[in-house]
């Protein structure tokens, strides 16, 4: 590549393409142009720059007003000012300006953000802990004295399938529905006394299921499985056999009890 010293064309170009040689030197310098393909090739660039850049800084077209204000003549000065630098260092500045911004935006895309910490998933309680917290509290279930629609339609929002009870043996009481995070985070539990002592029945999704290990010895407590169609249960007692799992049965939801006019 020649340096401007050695070529008088390429060291006048920025004042070629602004115009503002005399008409005989611009002649040579398109001469040279027309041989030069380096050159050439050059001059085009910039001048796809220079259209560029026009685009984007275009300023808008003046109102009369001012058209009209700028056509009165100007008051006399006593100092005239030069510019320091020639539109060629002006456009080269904006040219800078316009890569950085474009750098910038592709730097905030690409870099990697700080991630967003979400709260992690409810884990499901241990079932042995569910029981003994339920019996802690004094064994109070959230839905009480629930009729037959009640029941299994607690189980049909939150599973998905209705659920039914028969009628429990002398002896044993049912207490409620309690709402658990056991087997997985929607859990119902089906709660009742046999003997006095206290009975859950943790029921959900088959393919929810954790397949929890049995209680330790040490707890006194045995589990007892039981799948129900697309449900499966897990009956927690201090009992040796179970007691209440057996009676539950997947059915749909019974029609709710009509209101009693007075």
């Not at 169609?229 to 009992?239: C, Q, T």
Request: hydrophobic share 40%; aromatic share 6%.
């Amino acid at each position: 590549m020649s340096s401007p010293e050695q070529n008088p064309a390429r060291r006048d170009l920025d004042a070629f393409l602004d115009r503002m040689l005399p008409p005989h030197v611009r002649e040579n310098i398109a001469r040279e142009v027309g041989r030069d393909r380096e050159l050439r090739a050059e001059v085009e660039l910039q001048e796809r720059i220079d259209a560029s850049l026009r685009r984007t800084f275009l300023a808008p077209a003046p109102s009369a007003a001012l058209l009209a204000q700028l056509q009165q003549p100007a008051p006399p000065t006593t100092r005239s000012f030069r510019p320091r630098f020639g539109k060629r260092w002006f456009t080269l500045s904006i040219a800078l300006v316009a890569v950085g911004v474009s750098w910038g935006t592709v730097a905030w895309i690409l870099l990697p953000r700080p991630e967003v910490r979400r709260p992690a998933a409810r884990q499901p309680l241990p079932l042995v802990d569910a029981y003994q917290r339920q019996v802690d509290g004094g064994f109070k279930p959230d839905l009480a004295n629930a009729d037959e629609h009640s029941f299994a339609a607690t189980f049909f929002s939150r599973q998905g399938q209705g659920v039914r009870i028969r009628p429990l043996p002398k002896g044993s009481q049912l207490v409620g529905l309690a709402h658990i995070n056991g087997c997985g985070p929607g859990t119902t539990a089906v709660m009742a006394r046999v003997g006095g002592s206290p009975v859950m029945v943790f029921v959900d999704r088959l393919d929810a299921d954790t397949h929890p290990d049995p209680p330790a010895a040490c707890t006194g407590l045995h589990m007892f499985r039981r799948e129900m169609g697309p449900l499966v249960a897990y009956e927690l007692s201090p009992l040796d056999k179970p007691s209440v799992v057996s009676d539950l049965y997947p059915a749909d939801v019974p029609a709710a009890p009509s209101s009693v006019r007075r």
